[in-house]
């Protein structure tokens, strides 16, 4: 069922290889489906909302039902109960406490002449936040998002989801947006919403950036526009790498494992081991828990395809095969995870020891769950307060400081052909007799 690779006999790059994902392809028509979606909404606002969400969700809608009411949270808040709301309450908590702690602050320096070089930390005024809908309520998703941008001092917080058959986005849904400072919702999914957010109608005027994770039609949607709005993102199949040493519970490596499996069809879930005998117990812990799952056969598609128990030599060579793979989630569940973290290059999220499961950072533990993947870790962050800011620079000059710079200033616009550049520079220098 899950594949068996031996670093020993591949080495690490052969276990990189044949973990490597086939270059993602997006068919010619999906794109041009996309692009059309994106230019009917960018042209005729919100009746090319109204007809998409009729032709695709299967819901019709009247301008005025595509805002959200503050009457439907209150009913939400109610639907969901009190225990969902004190789950959602804890959560956004400490993802607020994290946050604050991560905050870009502003700073100024002064040099020597008297010249000052700093940055002044601004938020973004309007942000879009995308919340995929269809199976399954991800109110996870909003806090995860919502609740940085407030942080940030993000003031208009804008939260769009597909509606249900009845019209309604899910309570957990509208419930979380409450408690994280979402100031709109709207009822509008897919890629007609991300167009709706950078391009604005009637109803919904445009942000300054989209974040939010969502399917290829809304990841499509996310790169068309990308240029003239902001993106956090282009999120792929979930990815979780487990390194484990022999000590450690082959039942909890195997629910891990599961736990991002069952995600999607596409989602990475893979062991890296120096025990032999682990590798041994979690394959059949794996089999044993899979049958008792609810979404065992997408679970089981994702291990078949994407799934691997790997046997390495060490759990340092297991590090270096988790670096080449850059996963969205990496869990060290050895005996001195401190010490293998040290060693750790790539990675979206790390989890320490053997009682941080992944999902923790899924829901409650404080980092945001939107993530790189695909191996964006390599250059790319978890989404922060940093996505929610802006940093403008900051320079002062002091006459001294610019008599010291001019003649460097003026031999660089010199080889660069630019003369005013340089004279910018000299006349101040001539008008104030030296800069003494």
């Keep these: 069922m899950i594949r068996r690779l031996d670093a020993g006999a591949l080495g690490v790059d052969g276990v990189v290889r044949a973990l490597d994902r086939a270059a993602a392809s997006v068919d010619a028509e999906t794109r041009e489906r996309v692009a059309q979606i994106v230019a009917a909404v960018r042209e005729k606002g919100d009746a090319a909302l109204l007809e998409l969400t009729a032709r695709f969700d299967r819901v019709a809608l009247a301008p005025c039902d595509l805002a959200v009411s503050p009457a439907e949270y209150e009913a939400a808040e109610r639907q969901v109960g009190a225990r969902t709301v004190e789950a959602l309450r804890y959560a956004a908590a400490r993802i607020e406490r994290f946050h604050r702690a991560t905050m870009p602050r502003s700073w100024s320096t002064t040099d020597d002449n008297g010249s000052v070089l700093g940055q002044e930390v601004r938020p973004l005024e309007r942000v879009g936040i995308y919340v995929p809908g269809g199976r399954a309520a991800y109110p996870s998703t909003v806090l995860m998002t919502a609740v940085p941008a407030r942080v940030a001092g993000v003031k208009e917080i804008v939260l769009l989801s597909p509606p249900g058959p009845d019209r309604s986005l899910p309570s957990a849904v509208l419930a979380a947006a409450r408690i994280a400072g979402v100031t709109e919702a709207y009822r509008v999914g897919g890629a007609q919403a991300i167009a709706a957010l950078a391009y604005g109608t009637e109803t919904i005027r445009r942000v300054d950036k989209i974040v939010g994770p969502g399917n290829i039609y809304v ?29 450690a519970d082959p039942a909890c490596v195997a629910a891990d494992l599961l736990a991002q499996a069952e995600h999607d069809p596409m989602a990475r879930a893979v062991l890296l081991t120096s025990s032999p005998g682990l590798r041994d117990r979690v394959q059949a812990e794996t089999e044993r828990q899979l049958a008792g799952l609810h979404r065992r056969e997408i679970a089981s598609s994702a291990l078949r395809a994407h ?7 060490s759990l340092e060579e297991a590090v270096e095969v988790a670096n080449r793979l850059a996963p969205e989630h990496l869990e060290l569940a050895v005996a001195d995870p401190e010490a293998l973290l040290a060693r750790v290059r790539h990675a979206g999220a790390v ?84 800069g003494a």
């Design 351 to 434: 989890f320490l020891g053997g009682f941080t499961p992944e999902v923790v950072g899924d829901y409650v533990a404080g980092p945001s769950h939107v993530l790189p993947t695909g191996g964006t870790a390599r250059f790319s962050s978890a989404l922060g307060t940093e996505d929610f800011v802006k940093r403008l620079s900051v320079i002062r000059y002091s006459p001294r400081g610019l008599a010291e710079a001019w003649p460097h200033l003026a031999e660089l616009a010199r080889v660069e052909g630019l003369d005013a550049h340089g004279a910018a520079a000299g006349v101040r220098i001539t008008n104030t007799g030296g």
């Design 307 to 313: 799934g691997a128990l790997v046997l390495t030599a």
């Design 219 to 247: 990841a499509l949607a996310k790169a068309l526009v990308f240029g003239d709005v902001g993106i956090d993102m282009l999120a792929g199949p979930s990815e979780v790498v487990v390194i484990a040493d022999g000590d």
